[in-house]
């Protein structure tokens, strides 16, 4: 590979559709292939720097010279308009929007809710859900069952609304709102879903500090008021960020796992066979699918050097994350789904100071479900071809609209 042409623009153009369901654009290869970092053009305007090679990725996101303060001029958002400029400089920011020490006062009171000892006492609830809604599966009167609607997206709503102590009985109204967040249509749409949700996160966290619960919001007030530091508006921001993404990923994630293991039956039976072999295999399926592409842009703050290509300052960076976990140099044979690969340096829950909030509760969270399902139901197979499978190349997050199965 050569750097000579890192500098010149390239003809990718955002968003780029997967053109089949189970790679990476085939632009990705060929960008990856002349360069690992390359210069691409904003349909929203501009240029950015595009990061495809996974050591690269790593280097971006781990490097604090390179900010995510999306209100900054200059960073690289695919809608830049003044309406989106203007709602996010309304908003108090997301932590995923934070640097440095704003980042970190932010993140560490709330990172002891996500360790894996903390939520290894979850597991026996989750466990519950999981069986309740595969026995609503066993007990439906008609088939196919769309597992979409009866588990991919009720196990992570349910378990999200019981750790954050959001009603479960509102989860048509967030679920209806983030869908539409994340999906490619138009900005109006999107900003009256946002808007919405707000309003809704809002009254939710004003409920909590009159009202407490056992749970990470009340949890979260009762220090803020005990350290003399209350912050509503943090605090909605805060709630804002994990209600939303603490479903939507995990439920497109299940939905693909399942139709991946599903059409790869010598995987499917490695798990079967020795459950132990599942975390592993959940690893695999992150990396595979990457759900979560180009949502990690940064902006740089002061000229950086990364793999031989120079960033200017004030210049803005898209780090590919679904490029990078199919770099050849990072993982052998990319294109094939091998959970035995050990694929655990993936980027799909980002890296570095970033990395996502919620990792381990979607491994569990994959884990039980992938375990569950297939021992209760062991013949269960698709019914329809996983070609003819309605994918969701009209959204952020990649995932399936409706996943139709049987048994």
């Given at each position: 590979?050569?750097?000579?042409?890192?500098?010149?623009?390239?003809?990718?153009?955002?968003?780029?559709?997967?053109?089949?369901?189970?790679?990476?654009?085939?632009?990705?290869?060929?960008?990856?292939?002349?360069?690992?970092?390359?210069?691409?053009?904003?349909?929203?305007?501009?240029?950015?720097?595009?990061?495809?090679?996974?050591?690269?990725?790593?280097?971006?996101?781990?490097?604090?010279?390179?900010?995510?303060?999306?209100?900054?001029?200059?960073?690289?958002?695919?809608?830049?308009?003044?309406?989106?400029?203007?709602?996010?400089?309304?908003?108090?920011?997301?932590?995923?929007?934070?640097?440095?020490?704003?980042?970190?006062?932010?993140?560490?009171?709330?990172?002891?809710?996500?360790?894996?000892?903390?939520?290894?006492?979850?597991?026996?609830?989750?466990?519950?859900?999981?069986?309740?809604?595969?026995?609503?599966?066993?007990?439906?009167?008609?088939?196919?069952v769309d597992l979409v609607q009866a588990l991919s997206?009720?196990?992570?709503?349910?378990?999200?609304?019981?750790?954050?102590?959001?009603?479960?009985?509102?989860?048509?109204?967030?679920?209806?709102?983030?869908?539409?967040?994340?999906?490619?249509?138009s900005l109006q749409d999107r900003q009256q879903a946002?808007?919405?949700?707000?309003?809704?996160?809002?009254?939710?966290?004003?409920?909590?500090?009159s009202e407490p619960g056992d749970d990470l919001f009340?949890?979260?007030?009762?220090?803020?008021?005990?350290?003399?530091?209350?912050?509503?508006?943090?605090?909605?921001?805060?709630?804002?960020?994990?209600?939303?993404?603490?479903?939507?990923?995990?439920?497109?994630?299940?939905?693909?796992?399942?139709?991946?293991?599903?059409?790869?039956?010598?995987?499917?039976?490695?798990?079967?066979?020795?459950?132990?072999?599942?975390?592993?295999?959940?690893?695999?399926?992150?990396?595979?699918?990457?759900?979560?592409?180009?949502?990690?842009?940064?902006?740089?703050?002061?000229?950086?050097?990364?793999?031989?290509?120079?960033?200017?300052?004030?210049?803005?960076?898209?780090?590919?994350?679904?490029?990078?976990?199919?770099?050849?140099?990072?993982?052998?044979?990319?294109?094939?789904?091998?959970?035995?690969?050990?694929?655990?340096?993936?980027?799909?829950?980002?890296?570095?100071?970033?990395?996502?909030?919620?990792?381990?509760?979607?491994?569990?969270?994959?884990?039980?479900?992938?375990?569950?399902?297939?021992?209760?139901?062991?013949?269960?197979?698709?019914?329809?071809?996983?070609?003819?499978?309605?994918?969701?190349?009209?959204?952020?997050?990649?995932?399936?609209?409706?996943?139709?199965?049987?048994?």
């Amino acid at each position: 590979m050569t750097n000579s042409v890192a500098g010149e623009l390239t003809d990718l153009e955002l968003p780029v559709e997967r053109g089949c369901p189970f790679a990476p654009p085939a632009a990705y290869e060929r960008l990856r292939e002349q360069a690992p970092i390359n210069k691409i053009r904003l349909a929203s305007g501009g240029e950015a720097w595009w990061v495809s090679g996974h050591e690269e990725g790593r280097a971006v996101l781990v490097d604090p010279r390179f900010s995510s303060d999306k209100r900054k001029d200059g960073f690289p958002l695919f809608t830049l308009d003044a309406a989106t400029l203007q709602q996010l400089r309304s908003q108090p920011p997301l932590m995923l929007g934070m640097d440095g020490a704003e980042h970190s006062a932010a993140r560490r009171p709330v990172i002891g809710e996500f360790t894996v000892k903390r939520l290894a006492a979850l597991r026996p609830r989750i466990q519950d859900i999981v069986d309740h809604f595969i026995d609503d599966m066993l007990a439906a009167d008609q088939r196919p069952v769309d597992l979409v609607q009866a588990l991919s997206l009720p196990v992570p709503s349910l378990v999200i609304c019981e750790l954050l102590g959001v009603p479960y009985t509102d989860h048509d109204f967030f679920q209806s709102r983030t869908t539409m967040m994340v999906r490619r249509t138009s900005l109006q749409d999107r900003q009256q879903a946002f808007a919405e949700l707000r309003a809704y996160i809002d009254d939710l966290v004003t409920r909590k500090e009159s009202e407490p619960g056992d749970d990470l919001f009340s949890r979260q007030i009762a220090r803020q008021r005990q350290e003399g530091t209350l912050d509503h508006a943090g605090l909605v921001s805060l709630a804002f960020l994990l209600l939303t993404a603490g479903h939507e990923t995990t439920a497109n994630m299940i939905s693909l796992g399942v139709v991946a293991l599903l059409t790869h039956p010598d995987q499917l039976a490695l798990i079967t066979a020795d459950p132990g072999r599942t975390p592993m295999a959940v690893e695999e399926l992150l990396r595979y699918f990457t759900i979560a592409d180009g949502v990690t842009s940064r902006l740089a703050t002061e000229d950086v050097q990364i793999g031989g290509v120079n960033i200017k300052a004030g210049q803005g960076v898209i780090v590919s994350t679904l490029s990078a976990n199919w770099d050849p140099a990072a993982f052998n044979d990319p294109a094939e789904l091998d959970i035995e690969r050990g694929a655990r340096h993936h980027i799909a829950f980002g890296f570095g100071p970033h990395q996502c909030l919620g990792q381990n509760l979607a491994r569990m969270e994959l884990q039980i479900v992938f375990d569950t399902l297939f021992r209760r139901i062991p013949t269960l197979r698709l019914a329809a071809p996983a070609a003819d499978l309605p994918f969701k190349n009209d959204a952020v997050i990649y995932g399936l609209h409706e996943l139709p199965v049987t048994w």
